[in-house]
C-alpha cells in the first residue's frame, strides 16, 4: 500500500504544477474565482486538503479520482441494481467453502431451469418485505 499523500505534500505539488504552468498565485486564483491567499494556504499547508480521503474512497469505492470528483463518467455497470441482493452476496465470501461450493450447485439448478429466463424476479422477493435479512 503507497503511503498517503500529506497534505504538505498536496501544496508542495500544487505550487510545483503552478510555476511548471508559469503562473503567479495571483493568476492561478484568479482562474479559479478565489482569493490569492487561499491559493497561499493551500501551497503552504495551512488550509487541509483531505486528499488522503480521497485516495481512501477511491479504494474503496475502486473508481479513480477522476469518476470520483465529476471530472470524467463513472464507469462499469452496477453489479446489481437489488441491495438486498448484493447484501448477501457479499456474505457468501463468510461462508466455509463446502457451503459456498452447496449453494453454487443451488444456484446452478435453480438458474438452469427453463422457466427461470421468463420470471424478472424471484418468487420469494416479490410482495411485501420479509422481516429476514
Known amino acids: 500500500m503507497a503511503e498517503p499523500l500529506r497534505d504538505t505534500d498536496f501544496g508542495k505539488r500544487l505550487k510545483l504544477l503552478r510555476k511548471r504552468r508559469g503562473l503567479t498565485q495571483q493568476e492561478l486564483a484568479s482562474k479559479l474565482e478565489l482569493h490569492r491567499s487561499l ?7 495551512y488550509i487541509r486538503l483531505h486528499a ?3 485516495v481512501r474512497l477511491c479504494r474503496s469505492l475502486q473508481a479513480s479520482p477522476i469518476e470520483l470528483l465529476g471530472i470524467g463518467e463513472i464507469k462499469g455497470e452496477p453489479l446489481t441494481r437489488n441491495r438486498r441482493l448484493l447484501h448477501r452476496l457479499k456474505r457468501v465470501d463468510e461462508l466455509a467453502a463446502t457451503d459456498q461450493r452447496a449453494l453454487l450447485r443451488y444456484l446452478d439448478a435453480l438458474l438452469s431451469r427453463p422457466d427461470s429466463a421468463h420470471r424478472s424476479r424471484p418468487r420469494a422477493l416479490k410482495g411485501p418485505r420479509s422481516k429476514v435479512a
Open 39 to 45: 491559493i497561499a494556504q493551500y501551497e503552504g499547508g
Open 52 to 54: 488522503e480521503l480521497i
